[in-house]
Structure formats: C-alpha cells, structure tokens
C-alpha cells in the first residue's frame, strides 16, 4: 500500500538516490516488526481473556502472464504477486522475504534476524484480503536504478475484453476465485487459518442521484465476484469465512473525495436527506438475509 499511484513513483524519482534506494524497503520492514511486536504483546496480555484474534489486511491484485506461451511474462506475474502480496505475507505466514525479491532489491532489502523471523512467523490468526482488479503482466524495461518499481520491472496492461469500473480498475471475477487459490496453496493452507475478504467492491459512474439509485452494475460485479468467492469454497475448498463489501456508504475517497462512488448507499454532502439507499442495498440485504447460494 505504500506505492499504489504513479504520482508516489515520480516522487521518489526526485529525492536523492541513496534515500530513494532505501526507503520503501525500512517502512515496510518497520511496519513487520511493528505487526510481529504487536501480536505478541497481545496474545500474552489479552488474547486469552477477550477470544480475540489478530492480524494483517494485505491488498493484492491477481496477476495473468500477458503471453502464456513466454516464459518471460509468466515470471514477470510470479513477481507482480511476490512484490505486492508476498512482501509483507511471506514473513508473516513463511518467516522471510520472497526469494525473488532478496535477489533483485539485494543489500537494499533489510535483514531479520532469526528472532525477528521467528516472531513474525505465524503472527496471524486469519489472512485478511482487499482485492479490486487484475492484471496482464509483462517483462519491462525501467532501468536498474534502486527503486521499486525498476527492481520489480514489470509491464501491466488489461485485456481489451475486460470491462472496467468508473476509475478505470479491471472487472474480472474469477480473478478473485484465482488469487483465494494462490494464497490457500502459499499460505493459509499450511497454516490452517481462514482467509477474511475485507474489501471488495467497484467506483460507478453516478453524478447524479438518479445514476446513483439504479445502481445494476454494482449489483452485477457483485454477485459475479460472490460468485467466484463460492467457487472457490465448493470446488477448490478453500476456507474463505468473511466479505465485505467495499463499501456500505459513499466513502471520502482519498484525493476524489466524494467524486468517486463505491457506496451502496449515497452520500450528498450539503443536501436533505443526506444518506439515500441505492438499489444495490437492497439487492445485498436481500442476499445476505436469505443466506443465498449461487
């Protein structure tokens, strides 16, 4: 979450190389201990007591080799998901850093010490998932000059097919189905903890109220992505016990404030009533209350 808009990559373009070099790699690297110190303050003060569990949400896009016949591509959406998924997973859930990036990102990747990697293994009682859109992935071409983005130098691109939300993110259903299955295989499996879906959902185009109320194709991503979340539970059995959908009311979102709509019900700030149901609400109430099944 730390490099999520290209504007935080120019950014860092223009600080001096030798920051430039290190900085992403020690917040991240802080952010583990602080995670792994955490945990284990609060399963041996409270865990006991209160029955409560801990954890982290990692936000992860599912990545696709652009060409599935190029040996290129397909490392090159290995790395997509080791860079953004298993850079902070894979110390949680394997004890270290993805072999891939301790190759590429070198001296500049901070070390554990065992201590460390021993705290921070299992330091999660569930995986905890924000999932949006998927990816075509390709080799690039940055050059090797200590960044994030040149040591992970990959190309991403959308088939023309895919349908795409109001903010431009890619609408591809099974690609949730298909990254339950990465993450039960590379960790949960092993560990034998659930995986919680903690946001899921789509920006609609709804300037006005009217859009906004007849909200279907948020209805429609919806129940095709619950679709694929069931597929995932029946025929690839994995253990999924949580979605929520992102998000209940029209959030401030970040730098488009109220521009951009991912709430099932609108927010008009200034106007009366200022909250007002959408039809997807409905549609969703209606789903969870029947306890449906696709």
């Given at each position: 979450?730390?490099?999520?808009?290209?504007?935080?990559?120019?950014?860092?373009?223009?600080?001096?190389?030798?920051?430039?070099?290190?900085?992403?790699?020690?917040?991240?690297?802080?952010?583990?201990?602080?995670?792994?110190?955490?945990?284990?303050?609060?399963?041996?003060?409270?865990?006991?007591?209160?029955?409560?569990?801990?954890?982290?949400?990692?936000?992860?896009?599912?990545?696709?080799?652009?060409?599935?016949?190029?040996?290129?591509?397909?490392?090159?959406?290995?790395?997509?998901?080791?860079?953004?998924?298993?850079?902070?997973?894979?110390?949680?859930?394997?004890?270290?850093?993805?072999?891939?990036?301790?190759?590429?990102?070198?001296?500049?990747?901070?070390?554990?010490?065992?201590?460390?990697?021993?705290?921070?293994?299992?330091?999660?009682?569930?995986?905890?998932?924000?999932?949006?859109?998927?990816?075509?992935?390709e080799e690039g071409d940055c050059p090797k000059d200590g960044d994030y983005w040149c040591d992970l130098n990959?190309?991403?691109?959308?088939?023309?097919?895919?349908?795409?939300?109001?903010?431009?993110?890619?609408?591809?259903?099974?690609?949730?189905?298909?990254?339950?299955?990465?993450?039960?295989?590379?960790?949960?499996?092993?560990?034998?903890?659930?995986?919680?879906?903690?946001?899921?959902?789509?920006?609609?185009?709804?300037?006005?109220?009217?859009?906004?109320?007849?909200?279907?194709?948020?209805?429609?991503?919806?129940?095709?992505?619950?679709?694929?979340?069931?597929?995932?539970?029946?025929?690839?059995?994995?253990?999924?016990?949580?979605?929520?959908?992102?998000?209940?009311?029209?959030?401030?979102?970040?730098?488009?404030?109220?521009?951009?709509?991912?709430?099932?019900?609108?927010?008009?700030?200034?106007?009366?009533?200022?909250?007002?149901?959408?039809?997807?609400?409905?549609?969703?109430?209606?789903?969870?209350?029947?306890?449906?099944?696709?």
């Open positions: 979450f730390f490099f999520s808009s290209r504007r935080r990559h120019t950014r860092c373009r223009e600080v001096s190389w030798a920051r430039r070099c290190v900085q992403e790699t020690v917040l991240a690297h802080n952010t583990l201990l602080a995670h792994a110190h955490a945990v284990k303050l609060y399963r041996k003060l409270y865990q006991q007591k209160q029955k409560g569990k801990i954890g982290m949400v990692f936000n992860s896009d599912m990545y696709y080799p652009k060409d599935s016949t190029k040996e290129k591509d397909k490392e090159a959406a290995i790395r997509n998901l080791e860079f953004q998924l298993g850079w902070f997973a894979n110390p949680i859930f394997v004890g270290d850093y993805p072999d891939v990036m301790k190759k590429r990102v070198g001296k500049r990747l901070p070390v554990f010490t065992p201590e460390e990697k021993e705290m921070l293994k299992g330091s999660a009682d569930f995986f905890a998932l924000n999932h949006y859109q998927s990816n075509l992935c990959v190309k991403n691109s959308y088939r023309p097919e895919w349908k795409k939300t109001e903010i431009g993110w890619s609408i591809v259903p099974e690609g949730l189905r298909h990254l339950l299955v990465e993450i039960y295989n590379r960790y949960t499996k092993n560990a034998k903890v659930p995986i919680m879906i903690t946001e899921n959902g789509m920006a609609n185009k709804e300037t006005t109220w009217e859009e906004a109320q007849n909200d279907t194709p948020r209805i429609e991503y919806l129940k095709s992505y619950l679709e694929n979340v069931e597929l995932a539970i029946n025929q690839d059995k994995v253990d999924v016990t949580g979605y929520f959908v992102w998000s209940l009311i029209d959030n401030f979102e970040w730098m488009d404030g109220f521009s951009t709509r991912f709430g099932m019900i609108r927010v008009d700030i200034g106007e009366v009533p200022l909250r007002r149901a959408k039809k997807s609400l409905a549609w969703y109430a209606e789903f969870i209350k029947s306890n449906q099944q696709f």
